[in-house]
């Protein structure tokens, strides 16, 4: 399909085996006012910020349906909505969601430790997959901890679970921890 095609023109060109055509609207915010806000306060602060919708949520975050929901020094709880948008070929929610999930809550259990002024990003992440999650597993819920703080490196692991509370997924990431200047 052309990207020039509007979504009623794309529709169109399609196979009548495809079935009726779904969309979802995602809306975001400036992020660069998000990343100004940050920069003013630690990363617990910031985190906070967030969950109160004092600062705006990154883009990812209603693209990939997430929610911050718990912030604690050296812990972060988020939720996700998995639906059939994030479905791969095989009928079942993409790994690769989980692993920004994994990714995102082990960030932010490390953000929530950093004073003002202080960066981070991955440089490993290690994901083991324990189950297959469809629509039916729920809204997912994902917990991350920080194992080791650090200056120049900080460790954490993240799980995400099913609404039933079954384990669908595990990590460890490694964080380069940075300067960041305003």
Same mark, same amino acid.
Request: proline share 7%.
């Given at each position: 399909? @052309? ?33 100004? *806000? ?14 109160? *919708? ?57 953000? @929530? ?5 202080? *960066? ?63």
């Amino acid at each position: 399909m @052309s990207t020039d095609l509007t979504p009623a023109e794309a529709a169109a060109d399609v196979p009548e085996s495809w079935g009726e055509p779904r969309s979802r609207t995602v809306t975001w915010y400036d992020p660069l006012r998000t990343a100004a *806000g940050g920069l003013e306060r630690s990363g617990l602060e910031t985190l906070e910020a967030l969950r109160d *919708g004092l600062l705006a949520p990154p883009p990812i975050v209603p693209l990939m349906q997430m929610d911050l929901i718990a912030v604690e020094t050296g812990r972060v709880e988020f939720s996700c909505l998995v639906d059939e948008s994030v479905y791969n070929p095989i009928g079942v929610v993409h790994g690769g969601l989980v692993c920004t999930l994994l990714d995102t809550v082990a960030g932010c259990a490390v953000h @929530s430790t950093l004073p003002r002024g202080t *960066g981070y990003t991955s440089i490993e992440l290690k994901v083991t997959y324990l189950r297959a999650v469809t629509a039916a597993s729920g809204p997912l819920r994902a917990v991350g901890r920080v194992v080791k703080p650090g200056r120049r490196v900080a460790f954490a692991e993240g799980e995400v679970f099913d609404a039933a509370g079954r384990s669908v997924a595990t990590a460890s990431s490694s964080l380069l921890v940075f300067p960041v200047e305003g």
